[in-house]
């Protein structure tokens, strides 16, 4: 990816150029291949640059249009140049950068354009004679975009640190905070910094003078109805749009890698990257993480502790993959969390899962590597899971199809017949009643959130964490829909690539797939008796049948408690700098996380009273307090946020 930036001093602010140079200077790590800008005393946009396309050596940014009349900077992969190409009836589209494409996309349909465009992209679009500044991200949110909007400025950035330098305040907004810690979805337009915010995905801006607007301009949830007579063809659709989603994101001056576990998600990129590549002659190098050597070998309920045999399972179908297993063996910890969290600006979930990431990402740069697939997104697009259908089956009076499906179920060990009624009736159960039907386990799970209690009673975070793990029965779509919502990978895979190098793309965040996931009838995802059946229906001839008829999950990061276990005095003196931020004394209860260190368990990792507690939210605050200890403006040291990551 590359970074753009803007800073647009609206009346008598600041002069434009030289607060738009610090912003550049802050975001090469995003872009670290070259900076271009303009500028003018009110104006100045400019991008850092990241080349990884074959069209990337004939960019020139900024872009303006023939006429003068408007310019702009982009951050921008696009995944059907080929049409764009024939609408917009461009010549030598081989020597035209993705800019010029969507510039000229620009100029014939302005901000219609973003119905005309497929891919990955946030842009600006400045408008002289309109005195209008227009900026918007792609359909699923691949690339990030901040801004700030004060009383005698504008300004935007791909990432924090190029508003952070800017003349705004640092301070943090509480109630976001709270919701991160808790697992909450979180409010958007906000983010962690009360003069900061997030364009969310599918919107564009304006700003003008006289103030600014944001807009929805696309949600999957709006995609029109698809039906087919039989339910091959779902699966054999399924199958062409993700072949399609692969292949426009094999465009690269690189190789190729990919992130295979022994899941369904990966394993189908994996198997049609290799699909695709094959045809050309080449080759597709797949990471697996794998337990650290001494791994104990268990897992909690309803998981496997390893993926690698799963995994090469899968690459084993394929000649032209080259498989690895990489652990994180000689990856500390803290070290590696805070190097992310320094990247990101924010703090980052699921932090033990750094480490074997980043032991993919450095094994993936000695090969030369500076694209890696993943399917992060597949959950809500190619294999969505949902049990919705069987209240819907309930609801309609479809009893014996609701019998069926049922049967068929328990028959493939995807559900057992009674968690299948359980289901089928919780659309119809009080809420009180489902409550008190959760297991006592799963409720100790989440109680063990290590947000402060003054801060969980101000923002009732206990009623809301049972609401999210445990929500209420709704509607195919609103379940779907409330998948997308609070979504947003873009900050990641950008802060990823500035402290890794990596490039990492997902064929399953394809719009394509979003919206025909959406348009297919709900019962497509449990047709035939299977969970997540429309995914196995379509890679059945591609996908290792222990693969397609695997229903448990594989456990991430399952060798956790022997990576935070050598690490314990350094948690304790994190714990204690973590102390010294009066953010954090008002955020997180460091008693009960210091107590969890001083009891660190020696046994039974798996079990229900023990991973949640040490694994998921302990992992959690050590983050969120790490990030408030070096972002709370009352301790931070400012000129080290803005140019670490």
Not at 150 to 160: E, H, I, R, T
Not at 280 to 307: M, Q
Request: neutral net charge; hydrophobic residues 40%; contains cysteine.
């Amino acid at each position: 990816m590359s970074a753009i930036s803007l800073f647009w001093s609206i009346s008598n602010g600041p002069i434009a150029e030289n607060s738009h140079a610090r912003m550049l200077a802050a975001l090469p790590s995003y872009g670290p291949e070259g900076q271009a800008f303009w500028s003018d005393h009110r104006i100045a946009f400019g991008v850092n640059l990241s080349s990884s396309l074959p069209e990337d050596e004939f960019e020139k940014q900024p872009v303006w249009s023939p006429d003068g009349s408007a310019c702009l900077v982009a951050d921008v992969r696009l995944d059907n140049r080929v049409d764009l190409a024939r609408e917009l009836g461009l010549t030598g589209a081989e020597k035209l950068p993705d800019s010029a494409f969507l510039m000229a996309a620009w100029l014939r349909w302005g901000s219609a354009c973003l119905d005309h465009l497929i891919g990955a992209f946030a842009f600006a679009v400045w408008t002289p004679a309109k005195q209008e500044v227009f900026a918007a991200r792609d359909h699923a949110g691949e690339r990030p975009l901040f801004y700030h909007r004060g009383g005698d400025f504008f300004a935007l950035a791909s990432m924090y640190k190029g508003l952070l330098v800017l003349p705004i305040s640092r301070e943090l907004r509480e109630p976001y905070v709270a919701d991160w810690i808790g697992c909450l979805k979180p409010e958007w337009p906000l983010t962690f910094y009360k003069d900061i915010s997030r364009l969310p995905p599918g919107h564009f801006l304006r700003v003008t003078p006289d103030g600014l607007s944001i807009t929805q301009y696309w949600t999957a949830a709006n995609a029109r109805p698809v039906r087919f007579k039989k339910d091959a063809e779902y699966a054999e659709a399924l199958l062409e749009i993700f072949d399609r989603a692969t292949e426009t994101r094999l465009r690269s001056t690189h190789p190729i890698g990919s992130l295979l576990s022994a899941g369904l998600d990966s394993s189908s990129v994996t198997a049609s990257a290799a699909h695709l590549l094959e045809r050309h002659g080449k080759r597709l190098t797949a990471f697996t993480s794998v337990p650290r050597p001494g791994f104990n070998g268990t897992a909690p309920l309803g998981f496997f502790p390893s993926e690698g045999a799963g995994a090469a399972a899968v690459a084993s179908r394929y000649p032209n993959i080259d498989h690895l297993l990489v652990h994180s063996s000689g990856y500390d910890f803290l070290s590696t969390m805070r190097r992310w969290v320094d990247a990101l600006d924010e703090p980052t979930p699921a932090a033990v899962n750094l480490l074997w990431l980043t032991a993919i990402f450095d094994q993936a740069k000695q090969r030369g590597i500076r694209v890696l697939l993943e399917g992060a997104e597949g959950n809500i697009t190619f294999s969505y899971n949902t049990w919705s259908p069987l209240a819907s089956y309930f609801r309609r009076g479809r009893w014996i199809t609701l019998a069926r499906t049922i049967e068929g179920l328990n028959s493939s060990g995807a559900l057992a017949r009674r968690s299948a009624f359980r289901l089928t009736l919780q659309a119809f159960t009080p809420r009180w009643l489902r409550r008190m039907r959760i297991p006592q386990s799963s409720r100790n799970s989440l109680a063990a959130c290590l947000a402060a209690r003054t801060l969980m009673d101000r923002y009732k975070m206990g009623e809301r964490i049972f609401d999210t793990f445990h929500p209420s029965a709704s509607t195919p779509q609103q379940e779907h829909s409330a998948l997308i919502e609070g979504y947003d990978q873009g900050p990641y895979h950008a802060g990823l690539e500035a402290a890794n190098q990596i490039e990492v793309r997902d064929p399953t965040a394809d719009k394509r797939l979003y919206e025909f996931s959406f348009a297919i009838p709900p019962e497509q995802y449990l047709a035939g008796g299977q969970s997540r059946s429309l995914a196995r229906r379509a890679m059945k001839d591609r996908l290792p049948q222990e693969t397609l008829s695997n229903y448990l999950r594989g456990l991430q990061g399952a060798d956790w408690y022997s990576i935070m276990g050598q690490s314990l005095e350094a948690l304790r003196d994190e714990v204690a700098l973590i102390h010294r931020s009066p953010a954090a004394r008002e955020a997180l209860d460091l008693r009960a996380m210091e107590e969890l260190l001083d009891t660190w368990p020696t046994s039974n990792f798996e079990a229900p009273d023990v991973y949640p507690r040490w694994h998921f939210w302990l992992t959690r605050a050590i983050s969120m307090g790490y990030f408030l200890r070096t972002h709370d403006p009352a301790t931070a040291d400012l000129s080290r946020i803005v140019t670490l990551g």
